[in-house]
């Protein structure tokens, strides 16, 4: 079964960091890039970040570069996301998502993490 | 920056009833344009891709259409579990930058 599982949310404080996990099964993981989109209360989804099969390419929304940071362990079919710096505004849940292979769309969602930022 | 509007921003219809819901974006979108369902609590999980390509195990009661700037999401006729927020979804070439729409939220009138 395909399957993507996120791990690693919780409450954090401004300015604190977190990391997020994604475990990958059922698929060949290194073949495809792979994405974080989060969705903030009460709000639409937000792309958050890519990284490239290989892991060599990485690109970010605005709204978080320079603060997170994308990574992948093709050994460990895992996905990560390093957290610094985090504001009020990153509350929301985390999803990692497979990309299609040629289509630009995201055909395999975890089923979230939640991360809050509040003193 | 591709920004994607969609319209209504809420659709009240009765379960039979057709969805037509509507999404521009500011420029020329590539072939690159997907479309989403999202319940409360649950994952996005995709419908559309490539504009009119329906994804996997999707019933052929949802359809994609447009090109360009404008594109449509249709229902044909509408099921209890088809209430839910809609997105448009789309990507750029190069860089690959993913923008979402705000979403259309169908409601059972």
């Known amino acids: 079964e395909v399957q993507l599982v996120e791990s690693g949310g919780g409450l954090e404080q401004p300015g604190g960091s977190l990391r997020l996990s994604c475990e990958a099964s059922g698929f060949t993981f290194s073949n495809y890039a792979m994405s974080w989109v989060r969705r903030a209360p009460g709000k639409g989804l937000e792309w958050v970040s890519t990284i490239s099969g290989s892991g060599g390419g990485t690109f970010y929304a605005d709204s978080v570069k320079g603060r997170f940071t994308i990574a992948r362990d093709n050994s460990k079919n895992t996905l990560y996301m390093q957290m610094n710096s985090l504001r009020a505004g990153d509350t929301a849940v985390y999803f990692c998502?497979?990309?299609?292979?040629?289509?630009?769309?995201?055909?395999?969602w975890g089923q979230g993490t939640m991360v809050t930022v509040s003193s | 920056e591709n920004v994607l509007t969609q319209s209504p921003a809420t659709l009240s219809l009765s379960p039979g009833e057709r969805a037509t819901l509507s999404c521009r974006a500011s420029?020329?979108?590539?072939?690159?344009l997907a479309w989403y369902q999202q319940k409360p609590g649950q994952a996005p999980r995709l419908l559309i891709y490539d504009a009119s390509n329906r994804a996997t195990g999707i019933p052929a009661r949802f359809s994609g259409s447009g090109s360009g700037t404008d594109f449509t999401l249709t229902i044909s006729s509408l099921e209890p579990e088809d209430f839910a927020v809609y997105y448009c979804?789309?990507?750029?070439?190069?860089?690959?930058?993913?923008?979402f729409g705000p979403g259309t939220k169908v409601d059972i009138k």
């Open positions: 998502a497979k990309e299609t292979l040629d289509d630009g769309a995201f055909d395999i």
């Open positions: 979804q789309q990507r750029s070439n190069w860089p690959p930058i993913f923008t």
């Open positions: 420029q020329s979108v590539s072939s690159y």
